[in-house]
């Protein structure tokens, strides 16, 4: 599982350039499978890529079965013969991490690199990571209870 702590990402878009280089063989971030999404008002950068939910919405929207999950990995793919570009998936994506990519007319989506995702390793903060699914979800606990406590501490007043 990708995890990504957008505290840690400075918006260099490095990740954006890896992925449209190996995935298209272009430098273009309008290309990538991973977007970087500026919040300019608070100065923040969110990297964007898809989750692979567990039931996913993409999946059951598609009209043509044109997403598949991958037996061995279990990540869902584009079969991009199948795929008329009608944008059902994109819709109902909830992170918004699926798309059509413009030059093809068709949909585009995060693969993880088949289990080796180059984003996580150009990442220059550290905020993409590839975890195993517990430790995934462990993190983002860990990660979750620490921004709750910043909250909640000031708050708190003991004895």
Same mark, same amino acid.
């Given at each position: 599982?990708? *995890?990504?702590?957008?505290?840690?990402?400075?918006?260099?878009?490095?990740?954006?350039?890896?992925?449209?280089?190996?995935?298209?063989?272009?430098?273009?971030?309008?290309?990538?499978?991973?977007?970087?999404?500026?919040?300019?008002?608070?100065?923040?950068? *969110?990297?964007?890529?898809?989750?692979?939910?567990?039931?996913?919405?993409?999946? !059951?929207?598609?009209?043509?079965?044109?997403?598949?999950?991958?037996?061995?990995?279990?990540?869902?793919? @584009?079969?991009?013969?199948?795929? @008329?570009?009608?944008? *059902?998936? !994109?819709?109902?994506?909830?992170?918004?991490?699926?798309?059509?990519?413009?030059?093809?007319?068709?949909?585009?989506?995060?693969?993880?690199?088949?289990?080796?995702? @180059?984003? @996580?390793?150009?990442?220059?903060?550290?905020?993409?990571?590839?975890?195993?699914?517990?430790?995934?979800?462990?993190?983002?606990?860990? !990660?979750?209870?620490?921004?709750?406590?910043? *909250?909640?501490?000031?708050?708190?007043?003991?004895?």
């Amino acid at each position: 599982m990708i *995890l990504i702590e957008s505290e840690k990402c400075c918006g260099c878009r490095t990740c954006e350039q890896v992925c449209s280089l190996t995935t298209e063989k272009v430098g273009s971030s309008s290309r990538s499978r991973i977007r970087i999404l500026r919040w300019q008002m608070k100065g923040v950068d *969110l990297p964007i890529v898809c989750l692979q939910c567990e039931d996913p919405l993409c999946r !059951s929207a598609c009209p043509l079965n044109a997403l598949i999950e991958d037996p061995n990995s279990e990540i869902v793919k @584009v079969d991009q013969d199948a795929c @008329v570009g009608c944008k *059902l998936c !994109s819709y109902v994506c909830p992170v918004g991490a699926i798309f059509i990519d413009r030059e093809k007319g068709k949909a585009v989506k995060c693969d993880q690199c088949d289990g080796d995702p @180059v984003c @996580v390793k150009f990442c220059p903060t550290e905020a993409i990571k590839y975890l195993d699914y517990d430790k995934a979800i462990d993190a983002l606990k860990r !990660s979750r209870a620490k921004k709750l406590l910043e *909250l909640v501490a000031p708050t708190i007043k003991i004895g």
